[in-house]
């Protein structure tokens, strides 16, 4: 989402949030971007496992 589509009346607490949702990821499909995207998900899940230790 981007500010230009915030500013337009939609407030940050009405993103929507992929917490807990089933996303089919298929490697033969993903590119270098999907990867890296893939790496980035699951380091900020360990972050957020991490921090309710």
Known sequence: MSKRELSQ???SSQLPIASDQDV???DE???EED?????RA???NRRVLNEGV
């Open 24 to 26: 089919e990821f298929a």
């Open 35 to 39: 990867q890296e995207a893939q790496e």
């Open 42 to 44: 699951a380091a900020a």
């Open 9 to 11: 009346g939609m407030t």
């Open 29 to 31: 499909l993903a590119d």
